[in-house]
């Protein structure tokens, strides 16, 4: 089964990388992009920071992939997040149960209004069911909804507001929909698995703990990777 594995940048995507027990990956470009392609079948992506990065570079992989007839099963977008506290604490993991684009949509009088009600797009998408337990049971991680946001969080009034809105909401980062959404034009399924690096809310960059999230990203893909390889991506 191959695997493509889309972080935005190079930092996270080599946390995945060292997740590999033989060290070593060739380097495959793409147009506008470089795959770090292991012995395991996995393809190691940056695909760059926020959502419209995410899911060019996750398109341009999916589509040479499908022209090379040799197709992925299953994207992943993986990295770093912030957690809502106290549900997700930093150092902590979080799965996607759902990968939703929070601010995607329009400010009006009444208050926030997702694209969705404005009569068109999407703002959500599900991984599959059993792939979300199969996640869970193997790293530890929390099932939820981490949200894809433009612009970070960093008031106390805005995480309150989102949380709000989501009330299912563990994490927020800038990438996931974007990857859900190339995934979704190709017909792949798609996970998203992020390791909590600092808490939503007031920005404190001293209460950041990027070093110990990205070795939570490590270990979560060392016990995720051999339990992939006995999910079924039919059993939906």
Same mark, same amino acid.
């Given at each position: 089964?191959?695997?493509?594995?889309?972080?935005? #940048?190079?930092?996270?995507?080599?946390?995945?990388?060292?997740?590999? /027990? !033989?060290?070593?990956?060739?380097?495959?470009?793409?147009?506008?992009?470089?795959?770090?392609?292991?012995?395991? +079948?996995?393809?190691?992506?940056?695909?760059?920071?926020?959502?419209?990065?995410?899911?060019?570079?996750? *398109?341009?992989?999916?589509?040479?992939?499908?022209? !090379? !007839?040799?197709?992925? *099963?299953?994207?992943?977008?993986?990295?770093?997040?912030?957690?809502?506290? /106290?549900?997700?604490? #930093? +150092?902590?993991?979080?799965?996607?149960?759902?990968?939703?684009?929070?601010?995607?949509?329009?400010?009006?009088?009444?208050?926030?209004?997702?694209?969705?009600?404005?009569?068109?797009?999407?703002?959500?998408?599900?991984?599959?069911?059993?792939?979300?337990?199969?996640?869970?049971?193997?790293?530890?991680?929390?099932?939820?909804? #981490?949200?894809? #946001?433009?612009?970070?969080?960093?008031? +106390?009034?805005?995480?309150?507001?989102?949380?709000?809105?989501?009330?299912?909401?563990?994490?927020?980062?800038?990438?996931?929909?974007?990857?859900?959404?190339?995934?979704?034009?190709?017909?792949?399924?798609?996970?998203?698995?992020?390791?909590?690096?600092? /808490?939503?809310?007031?920005?404190?960059?001293?209460?950041?703990?990027?070093?110990?999230?990205?070795?939570?990203?490590?270990? *979560?893909?060392?016990?995720?990777?051999?339990?992939?390889?006995?999910?079924?991506?039919?059993?939906?």
């Amino acid at each position: 089964m191959r695997i493509l594995v889309a972080t935005a #940048v190079p930092a996270e995507r080599d946390a995945v990388a060292r997740a590999f /027990p !033989d060290g070593t990956a060739e380097e495959v470009r793409l147009p506008a992009a470089t795959l770090l392609r292991t012995a395991d +079948g996995y393809d190691l992506l940056a695909a760059g920071v926020g959502s419209a990065l995410a899911a060019a570079g996750t *398109a341009t992989a999916l589509t040479a992939a499908a022209l !090379d !007839d040799r197709p992925y *099963a299953l994207v992943v977008s993986a990295g770093i997040a912030g957690g809502f506290q /106290p549900e997700a604490p #930093v +150092g902590s993991l979080v799965v996607a149960d759902e990968i939703t684009a929070a601010d995607l949509g329009a400010e009006t009088a009444d208050g926030f209004l997702p694209v969705t009600e404005l009569g068109f797009g999407t703002v959500s998408h599900h991984p599959p069911n059993s792939l979300v337990r199969v996640t869970a049971r193997a790293t530890g991680a929390r099932p939820g909804a #981490v949200l894809t #946001v433009s612009t970070m969080t960093g008031t +106390g009034a805005r995480a309150a507001a989102l949380r709000t809105r989501h009330p299912g909401a563990l994490a927020e980062a800038m990438e996931g929909f974007g990857v859900a959404e190339a995934a979704a034009a190709h017909g792949v399924p798609v996970l998203e698995l992020r390791a909590v690096s600092n /808490p939503v809310g007031p920005r404190d960059r001293a209460a950041w703990r990027i070093d110990d999230a990205l070795a939570a990203l490590t270990e *979560a893909f060392g016990k995720l990777v051999p339990a992939l390889e006995s999910w079924n991506q039919h059993d939906q």
